[in-house]
T-cell receptor, first 115, second 116 residues
Framework: DTGVSQDPRHKITKRGQNVTFRCDPI?????LYWYRQTLGQGPEFLTYFQNEAQLEKSRLLSDRFSAERPKGSFSTLEIQRTEQGDSAMYLCASSLPGLATDTQYFGPGTRLTVL | AQSVTQLDSHVSVSEGTPVLLRCNYS??????LFWYVQHPNKGLQLLLK??????LVKGINGFEAEFKKSETSFHLTKPSAHMSDAAEYFC??????????????FGQGTTLQVKP
């Protein structure tokens, strides 16, 4: 399968613990996005990478959140000192290096539950 | 700021009858608009997109949407619903022209129920 992959698919953690999620975009897609989706809501933008450069971060991305994309391939999203309000589905998407309106292809998501 | 409003949180239709999911948008720029579908336990899938070409856009699985600038609407339709269409549908606007990041702004979603 050559789609966007995310790991793990599910993560249960206790409040205060750190968690890290991984996203592998479609090969040759240099644009990579992270979104967060809470229950009953549409996804909300978190951050955007073009190659290895993080070019935009949402105000939703507090200091406890950090994202990286070393070498412009896979990306990681880390949440430090998790809170119950962090429970959500974390979605990754990638798109081609062409127009910004190019289709974003989404991964299956990582569902985080903070107890 | 750009935004989308999905006018119905839940729509229920009978199999074989038409589907209409309503979406209004707000944008200071010529918008790029999308419809995505999310089936339970599956990723978001693009149904169709409008990027300033033809105002009637055809997508996958028999869906289509019409961009109406005068009404700031981008409603999704399908002539005949199938049981497999039951899912969550999101109307989406892109900020591509404003910021060049291409980040997507999603509506709240409409749950489509299809009854046998």
């Amino acid at each position: 399968d050559t789609g966007v992959s995310q790991d793990p698919r599910h993560k249960i953690t206790k409040r205060g613990q750190n968690v890290t999620f991984r996203c592998d975009p479609i090969s040759e897609h240099n644009r990579l996005y992270w979104y967060r989706q809470t229950l009953g809501q549409g996804p909300e933008f978190l951050t955007y990478f073009q190659n290895e450069a993080q070019l935009e971060k949402s105000r939703l991305l507090s200091d406890r959140f950090s994202a990286e994309r070393p070498k412009g391939s896979f990306s990681t999203l880390e949440i430090q000192r998790t809170e119950q309000g962090d429970s959500a589905m974390y979605l990754c998407a990638s798109s081609l290096p062409g127009l910004a309106t190019d289709t974003q292809y989404f991964g299956p998501g990582t569902r985080l539950t903070v107890l | 700021a750009q935004s989308v409003t999905q006018l119905d949180s839940h729509v229920s239709v009978s199999e074989g009858t038409p589907v209409l999911l309503r979406c209004n948008y707000s944008s200071s720029y010529s918008p790029s608009l999308f419809w995505y579908v999310q089936h339970p336990n599956k990723g978001l899938q693009l149904l169709l997109k409008y990027t300033s070409a033809a105002t009637l856009v055809k997508g996958i699985n028999g869906f289509e949407a019409e961009f109406k600038k005068s009404e700031t609407s981008f409603h999704l339709t399908k002539p005949s619903a199938h049981m497999s269409d039951a899912a969550e549908y999101f109307c989406v606007v892109s900020e591509a022209l404003r910021s060049n990041t291409g980040k997507l702004i999603f509506g709240q979603g409409t749950t489509l129920q299809v009854k046998p």
